[in-house]
Structures are given as structure tokens and as C-alpha cells.
């Protein structure tokens, strides 16, 4: 085989295995944008904030359904992005580790969200 002919070769085995790789690379970041997931999430729950972010899909799925109205979905979403935030700041003030009552305050924040969205979606499920 000439030298010529083994360059091709190559190049080819090079193409065929770049493109499949560039095109799985490419298409997560595609399709996160459009589904409203903040960019710099990881993997398949989204990285750090995972269930915040799942809290903001199910707050959506319940407007749709007529079950919340926007402005309470807006403001239970506004209020869990501001508890991530200050629970991004916390980790970054403590290089990484937040003390144990840091941790559950928190936690009991977190749950006070949760009873809250409950608390307003109770109305409608005794109506049903």
C-alpha cells in the first residue's frame, strides 16, 4: 500500500469515529437548553441542585394541570432557587463542607418549601 493511500485510510477511520462522538456530545446541551435546564448541569438528575430542579418540572406539571396558577408556581420556584443559591454560598464559604446544623437548617427549610406547595395544592385535591 502506498503511503498515500494509508493517509486516507486513516483519515477516514478518524472521521467515522469523531462524528458519532461530536454528535452525542453536542445534541445533551442542545436539548437541555430547550427544556429550561440551567446550563453547567451534569448527567441524568442534573448535577448539584437535582431536586430543586425536579421541583421546578413538577410546579410546571401542576400549572398545566390547572392545579396551581403560575404566580404561586413562580414564587414556590423563586423561593427554592433562592435557598439552592444560599446553600451554594454556604458550601462555597465552607471550601466544600457545610457543618451539621448549617445542614439542617437547610433540610428544614427545604421541607418547609414542600409543605407549603402541599399546603396549596390540598385545596384542589379534596375537590376532586
Not at 22 to 36: E, M, R, V
Not at 80 to 95: D, F, G, P, S
Not at 99 to 113: P, V
Request: aromatic share 2%.
Amino acid at each position: 500500500m502506498s503511503l498515500k493511500s494509508m493517509l486516507r485510510g486513516t483519515a477516514v477511520a478518524t472521521l467515522l469515529i469523531a462524528v458519532p462522538v461530536l454528535a452525542q456530545t453536542a445534541a445533551p446541551s442542545d436539548s437541555a437548553n430547550k427544556t429550561g435546564q440551567c446550563e453547567g448541569r451534569r448527567g441524568k438528575h442534573g448535577g448539584g441542585g437535582h431536586k430543586f430542579g425536579h421541583m421546578e418540572q413538577r410546579l410546571d406539571k401542576q400549572v398545566a394541570e390547572g392545579r396551581l396558577t403560575q404566580a404561586q408556581a413562580d414564587s414556590f420556584k423563586a423561593e427554592a432557587r433562592q435557598l439552592h443559591e444560599e446553600m451554594k454560598a454556604a458550601r462555597a464559604a465552607a471550601n466544600g463542607q457545610v457543618d451539621e446544623s448549617q445542614r439542617e437548617q437547610f433540610k428544614e427549610r427545604r421541607k418547609a418549601l414542600k409543605q407549603k406547595i402541599k399546603a396549596a395544592l390540598a385545596p384542589t385535591q379534596q375537590g376532586a
